[in-house]
């Protein structure tokens, strides 16, 4: 169990049962916790500071959470996005220019700064869904929750899966 005391009871987390998933939001972000990710859908009409809320939450928690990507541009501007915080995981020539891989560490508020631009910069076009990478254990989701639930407006807990015996045995 974890430290933290509460009196939202629903949302602790019950070993020994294994968890599967831990949902949370509101009606415009939905958070999907697992122990090796946090899948997050972005609704069109979330504000700036609201993404802004939950990146700099993530990395509250856990600052090892990374989020990866892949784009494709000249060489010139490979280093721009390294300026940028980005971290460059691999590159090779590709039709129309470099196939670039980058991690996003969620410990480089540089590097945040300019996540939360680009997700701004998707919403305009309509919703978007990004995957951040972290090691998350059930201790690390509640203090997620709660640093979410404690700092932004109408945040929720949605539901909470865990694994059936089946799963946890294979």
Known sequence: MCAQKTQDE??????????????????????????????????????????????????KVDQSTVHEFEIVCSFDEITEYESKGYTLVSYGKTAGGYRVNYSIPFSNKKA?????????EELQKGETRKDFYWNGNDCDIQRLYYEFKNNIENWELKAINYKTESQTSR
């Open 10 to 59: 629903e949302a602790i987390i019950y070993p020994p049962q294994s968890l599967g998933s831990f949902e949370m939001g509101r009606n415009d972000v939905n958070l999907v916790c697992t122990y090796g990710k946090i899948a997050v859908w972005f609704g069109r009409k979330v504000p700036d500071y609201i993404i802004a809320q939950i990146l700099i939450g993530i990395s």
């Open 112 to 120: 945040l700064f300019h996540l939360s631009k680009f997700i701004l």
